[in-house]
């Protein structure tokens, strides 16, 4: 069935570094989902790819889909404190039921 | 517009007892579905459903386990005769479509001692 798979699983990051975490699919995607999830919280929508090659911009986060549509990546720049959480990313491939799949999460902690 | 709802916020069950866990979605959602968290884990998918439906349910455990969205009021998930290894976060999320952007709840804290 299909796999979405990220890495690391932990980062701790010095505030000030950056940042990022790798989502990769063991199909071709139709779109991709990113959620952060604060400790304690509950998973919170941050962005949706859809397109080839795409590069969406919020603040210091920058998101990529891979070319191939198989692959994604999140990159914080310059890290603070108040992005500690847990970062998934969630695809869907048309023809696996068309549900979202889940990444197992990557859990960035943010040293002062 | 208030998201998506879930009750009880922490539910304490001893093992053997019932656990119901409550979700509201959001407005004008149709699609639920149920997810599981353990500490430091990611999202474990458990059931997908449609009022009325069960359209999914490959991620949920073959007994004890089940769930509805009964075409008025909240979708339940319902685990029987828990044990200690139900302890979790149960999450709910709500989208207008399958392949839409999922809102989540705050989750359920079920601790079974």
């Known amino acids: 069935g299909q796999q979405v798979m990220q890495i690391p699983q932990y980062q701790h990051v010095q505030e000030g570094e950056d940042f990022t975490t790798y989502c990769n699919s063991s199909t071709t995607l139709s779109n991709i989902q990113w959620y952060k999830q604060r400790p304690g919280g509950h998973p919170v929508f941050l962005i949706q790819l859809v397109k080839s090659g795409e590069v969406k911009k919020q603040k210091r986060l920058t998101f990529q889909f891979g070319e191939a549509k198989k692959n994604s990546s999140l990159h914080i720049t310059a890290t603070q404190t108040t992005d500690v959480g847990t970062y998934f990313c969630?695809?869907?491939?048309w023809g696996y039921g068309n549900k979202l799949v889940f990444g197992a999460g990557t859990i960035l902690r943010v040293k002062s | 517009n208030a998201g998506v709802m879930q009750n009880p916020r922490h539910l304490v069950r001893r093992r053997g007892q019932e656990a119901r866990l409550r979700c509201s979605p959001m407005k004008g959602h149709s699609h639920v579905y149920w997810y599981r968290q353990l500490p430091e884990e990611g999202l474990k998918f458990m059931v997908y459903?449609?009022?009325?439906?069960?359209?999914?349910e490959s991620g949920m455990p073959k007994e004890r386990f089940s769930a509805e969205f009964p075409k008025e009021g909240p979708s339940i998930l319902r685990i029987q005769q828990v044990v200690r290894g139900d302890s979790a976060a149960y999450f709910c999320?709500?989208?207008?479509?399958?392949?839409?952007?999922?809102?989540f709840g705050p989750g359920t804290r079920l601790l079974v001692l």
């Open positions: 459903l449609q009022k009325e439906n069960i359209i999914d």
């Open positions: 999320a709500s989208s207008t479509g399958r392949q839409e952007t999922q809102y």
């Open positions: 969630a695809g869907i491939t």
